[in-house]
């Protein structure tokens, strides 16, 4: 069971990026998906979920309306849209899968994959 995510790299302010987190290894049906990211010295931190259907979503306020996450099942691969980055985003970004529906804690998360680093400048 392998959960790989990747996109990251370096943006200015204003920027865009998409991250993509592929399963590999089992299908996560019934599985929510959620995105974290860690900045150097702090904790990791909630950024986004989206239900199994893809139907519900939900995100940390410092990101509201600048990202999205969705999910295509034909694919087993989870997006996050992430529209005018700030230097404060800047951060390891995790994905990971829960069976806990909408969960916004890292101990509900079952299954991680690698991190990938989005770096954005001022």
């Known amino acids: 069971v392998q959960l790989q995510a990747s996109g990251g790299g370096l943006v200015q302010a204003g920027g865009s990026l998409r991250l993509s987190c592929a399963a590999s290894?089992?299908?996560?049906?019934?599985?929510?998906m959620g995105w974290f990211h860690q900045a150097p010295g702090k904790e990791r931190e909630f950024v986004a979920v989206?239900?199994?259907?893809?139907?519900?979503?939900y995100y940390a306020e410092s990101v509201k309306g600048r990202f999205t996450v969705s999910r295509d099942k034909s694919k087993n691969t989870v997006y996050l849209q992430m529209n005018s980055l700030k230097p404060e985003d800047t951060a390891e970004y995790y994905c990971a899968a829960s069976r806990t529906v909408l969960a916004r804690v890292p101990s509900s998360y079952e299954y991680w994959g690698q991190g990938t680093l989005v770096t954005v400048s001022s």
């Open positions: 989206i239900s199994w259907s893809g139907g519900s979503t």
């Open positions: 290894g089992r299908t996560f049906s019934g599985y929510a």
